[in-house]
Nanobody
Framework: VQLQACGGGLVQAGGSLRLSCAAS????????MGWFRQAPGKARDFVAT????????DYADSVKGRFTISRDNAKNTVYLQMNSLKPEDTAVYYC??????????????????WGQGTQVTVSS
């Protein structure tokens, strides 16, 4: 499976960005999808996850109410809509796929495939 993330950039605090992650390869299986982020000098942290059908989602407390994860299985693409961005949201954002039957999963080591990351920078 190959995951290609895009949509990052530089935005002012309070602004919005939408990240996309397109999957190719083993897409006939049923993955849960997730977004993680890693700020400079820090560990990679969970941001959001979505089940195969899109009916279940989970978010890190720090992004609840501001970020929305969604997916379009016909396009093999998962999205992360990020609103009300804060400087502390600055990080490299990674998408990931977990071939676990499609249930939401927050643990990083449960994910099987990772994208290359896209930089999000929020200025104050």
């Amino acid at each position: 499976v190959q995951l290609q993330a895009c949509g990052g950039g530089l935005v002012q605090a309070g602004g919005s960005l939408r990240l996309s992650c397109a999957a190719s390869g083993r897409t006939f299986s049923i993955p849960a999808m997730g977004w993680f982020r890693q700020a400079p000098g820090k560990a990679r942290d969970f941001v959001a996850t979505i089940s195969w059908g899109g009916g279940n989602t989970d978010y890190a407390d720090s992004v609840k109410g501001r970020f929305t994860i969604s997916r379009d299985n016909a396009k093999n693409t998962v999205y992360l809509q990020m609103n009300s961005l804060k400087p502390e949201d600055t990080a490299v954002y990674y998408c990931a796929a977990a071939y676990n039957g499609g249930a939401v999963v927050t643990a990083m080591d449960s994910y099987d495939y990772w994208g290359q990351g896209t930089q999000v920078t929020v200025s104050s």
